[in-house]
């Protein structure tokens, strides 16, 4: 940087309280140059910390944004105390347990086990998180599982509410049911959490609405097309809340990403890539098979229910559904639709105009119809946008979510950072006199900093690729599915619609169910916005 940035700014006096005289900052760097040794040090690092200041301070200027933004989002509270609400859980496997310790009820063996975790590693926060959770004012009254073992343990856990937050001074705990219908016709329940396999999300969602219980669904939404339209219909005339778990919605850093999409900071965006990298049995579904899984404790009928294909008994269909399209939705309803969602937050994409996939089982030979890697290109034409997404369940390599406009590109993730492009437009004049170094962040964004910081040396760009499992709220970390929930019994008890209303969640199923689709039939499919139909494109079409 030339001398010309120090005749720019004018340096305001400061007194020395020690001798009651002024000197400016460039006196001190004098001063600390005639300092033999440690003065031609100091007087170098001081010089550039002040150059580096007014690099930050133009790129903010630049950006139309000061150092205190974007705002820490407060500490979550209710908007106003709420009645009790009564909830009951249909499914307690794994999404189903983590979704009871998000409203506050957790099994006294994964309280051991996390106290384990923090002896282990002090930096460890899944503990904390929990028991400085706040009280939502639930009562756990009713549990549903198939499998006797998980049944059991969701009555232990609705029994142990011992959260520093706590207080529905619970007594007797949540009753056992048979089955998802007989829950839903209880008395005792205001609303339930559906953590089920996908192929029942559709049918426990009509019935739950249908039954005037308030619903909260896993993704995907559904397991068909034709299913989609059936539960939007159900959802929209029951006046009930629904809310689809996508708990991204809560996460603080998409929150800030839309909001520098919306100071236009990126410039036009046309292309976004999205991935999904995992490389592990458990990463690709190969779940544990439980040691007392058997005929005798899985009611395997009920499991099958409206599955499109029935086969006998099979342990590994039970325990690993994921890895089949008659249970699951693959990585499209799985994987890609965390990454939609995100995208559709950040963006409000909607459903593309069309969607091409591709892909296959090459790793995990296991039995599986679900492809273990997967991509797929949707086509957005009046935003003059794709979005790309892939995925290998055999790589770990992280790639992220990169939004690239003319002017700057965004990796988003628990964190943010945004680079600008050396051939930018808006950027050109500050990027030729050194202002700012494409080679590192523009600028970068941490849940739980006071704002934005911009980075101009390579130690704090180590920092800012450092992620959070959590979410911050308040300068403390909190569980985005905690939030999530929260967001759903606000609306219960207040009116309004939560952040993934049944409006997102169609726009989700309908948007990876175009991908499955495509995969499944070797073919471009579309969009029809007017008809609000998924249709095959003519021929002429799929070859333009």
Not at 196 to 225: L, S
Not at 281 to 294: K, L, M, R, T
Not at 311 to 331: I, K, M, S
């Amino acid at each position: 940087m030339s001398e010309d940035i120090d005749n720019k700014k004018s340096e305001k006096p400061k007194k020395d309280s020690g001798k009651g005289g002024t000197f400016n900052r460039r006196d001190i760097l004098k001063g600390l140059a005639t300092i033999p040794v440690f003065g031609p040090f100091f007087y170098a690092f001081f010089r550039k910390k002040w150059l580096d200041d007014l690099r930050k301070k133009e790129i903010l200027a630049e950006l139309g944004m000061n150092g205190e933004a974007p705002d820490v989002l407060p500490k979550a509270t209710m908007k106003k105390p709420g009645e009790l609400i009564r909830l009951g859980i249909i499914g307690f496997g794994g999404r189903g347990e983590a979704l009871a310790h998000a409203a506050g009820f957790a099994h006294p063996d994964w309280i051991e086990g996390k106290k384990k975790d923090v002896r282990e590693n002090r930096l460890d926060k899944g503990l904390e998180a929990f028991l400085s959770q706040e009280d939502l004012n639930v009562v756990l009254t009713g549990i549903c599982d198939v499998f006797d073992v998980r049944a059991e343990r969701g009555i232990a856990a609705s029994k142990n509410d011992i959260r520093l937050g706590g207080g529905t001074g619970l007594s007797k705990g949540a009753t056992r049911y048979r089955n998802y219908q007989e829950l839903l016709e209880s008395d005792d329940i205001d609303a339930v959490i559906i953590a089920t396999p996908d192929h029942w999300h559709a049918q426990m969602t009509i019935d739950a609405v249908n039954a005037g219980k308030h619903v909260y669904c896993e993704k995907c939404m559904t397991r068909t097309i034709d299913e989609t339209y059936s539960v939007t219909e159900a959802v929209k005339n029951s006046g009930k809340v629904f809310q689809l778990g996508h708990q991204g919605r809560q996460q603080e850093s998409y929150i800030k990403a839309k909001q520098i999409v919306e100071k236009n900071i990126l410039g036009k965006i046309t292309l976004v890539e999205v991935t999904t990298n995992r490389n592990s049995p458990n990463g690709a579904w190969v779940y544990d098979i439980h040691e007392e899984g058997s005929p005798e404790t899985i009611d395997w009928e009920q499991f099958e229910g409206p599955s499109p294909h029935k086969v006998p008994f099979n342990l590994e269909r039970f325990f690993r559904w994921r890895c089949w399209f008659d249970y699951g939705t693959g990585l499209a309803g799985d994987l890609l639709s965390h990454e939609y969602d995100a995208t559709n937050q950040i963006l409000e994409l909607g459903i593309p105009k069309s969607v091409v996939a591709s892909g296959g089982v090459y790793f995990f030979q296991d039995g599986r119809d679900v492809p273990d890697v997967f991509q797929a290109v949707f086509e957005y034409p009046e935003r003059d946008l794709t979005l790309v997404y892939s995925a290998t369940l055999a790589n770990g390599r992280g790639r992220g979510k990169v939004l690239m406009g003319h002017d700057a590109a965004m990796e988003v993730g628990y964190s943010l950072n945004v680079t600008a492009d050396w051939e930018s437009t808006r950027y050109k004049e500050k990027i030729m006199n050194k202002i700012i170094n494409t080679s590192l962040p523009l600028f970068t964004y941490r849940p739980g900093m006071k704002g934005i910081d911009t980075v101009t040396s390579a130690t704090e760009r180590y920092f800012m690729t450092r992620g959070l499992m959590y979410t911050m709220r308040g300068g403390r970390p909190v569980n985005t599915a905690h939030l999530h929930i929260k967001d759903w019994l606000d609306c219960i008890r207040n009116g309004g619609q939560p952040s993934c209303n049944i409006d997102r969640g169609f726009e989700e199923a309908i948007t990876c169910h175009m991908a499955t689709l495509s995969y499944l039939e070797g073919r471009k499919v579309e969009w029809d916005p007017v008809n609000r139909k998924v249709v095959q494109p003519s021929p002429s079409e799929q070859l333009s």
